[in-house]
Antibody, heavy 119, light 107 residues
Framework: EVQLMESGGGLVRLGGSLRLSCAAS????????MNWVRQAPGKGLEWVSH????????YYSDSVKGRFTVSRDNAKNSLYLQMNTLRDEDTAVYYC????????????WGQGTLVSVSS | EIVMTQSPATLSVSPGERATLSCRSS??????LAWYQQKPGQAPRLLMY???IRATDIPARFSGSGSGTEFTLTISSLQSEDFAVYYC?????????FGGGTKVDLK
């Protein structure tokens, strides 16, 4: 069974840092591109970051560029998102989402982890 | 950035009726368009990709059409489990972008 399990969310102060993790199981993690997508409370979906299977291609949305860093460890079947200089508008549920290599739609999503930024 | 616009924002439908959801892109995205369904408290689920290909285990009552800038998701006969929010997403250009969603609720 395919599983993506996010962790690391929580309450953080404005300007603080947090590291999210996504543990993958049930599929060959190293064959897939991975993404982070977030959803602010009561709002729609916003793509955050993409990393390809070999970590050779990485993209960020303009809203997080320079503050967030995506990485992965294929040996540990894990995806990460280091979030620095957090802002109010970063408050959201963060989902990790899988994409078949060569494609950029998301065929499987984790259940998400909530990040709340408070002042 | 390609802006995705979905309409209507809310669609009120009775069970068994047909539902037609629209998604428009601000630039040509060819057929690089996906649809997702999201129920309250759940993660999104992929319904369609490449505009018209159903994802694994998606019932045949869901169909997608369109290319370029105009896309449609049709639910031929709405079931109780289909009441949800639906999002379109383009993956023709970076950054990847989503529409604002259409909520399908009970009439």
């Amino acid at each position: 069974e395919v599983q993506l399990m996010e962790s690391g969310g929580g309450l953080v102060r404005l300007g603080g840092s947090l590291r999210l993790s996504c543990a993958a199981s049930g599929f060959t993690f190293s064959n897939y591109n991975m993404n982070w997508v977030r959803q602010a409370p009561g709002k729609g979906l916003e793509w955050v970051s993409h990393i390809n299977s070999l970590s050779s291609t990485i993209y960020y949305s303009d809203s997080v560029k320079g503050r967030f860093t995506v990485s992965r460890d294929n040996a540990k079947n894990s995806l990460y998102l280091q979030m620095n200089t957090l802002r109010d508008e970063d408050t959201a549920v963060y989902y990790c989402a899988r994409a078949i290599s060569g494609y950029y739609h998301f065929d499987f999503w984790g259940q998400g982890t909530l990040v709340s930024v408070s002042s | 950035e390609i802006v995705m616009t979905q309409s209507p924002a809310t669609l009120s439908v009775s069970p068994g009726e047909r539902a037609t959801l629209s998604c428009r892109s601000s630039q040509n995205v060819n057929s690089n368009l996906a649809w997702y369904q999201q129920k309250p408290g759940q993660a999104p689920r992929l319904l369609m990709y490449h505009a018209s290909i159903r994802a694994t285990d998606i019932p045949a009552r869901f169909s997608g059409s369109g290319s370029g800038t105009e896309f449609t998701l049709t639910i031929s006969s709405l079931q109780s489990e289909d009441f949800a929010v639906y999002y379109c997403q383009q993956y023709n250009n970076w950054p990847l972008t989503f529409g604002g969603g259409t909520k399908v609720d009970l009439k």
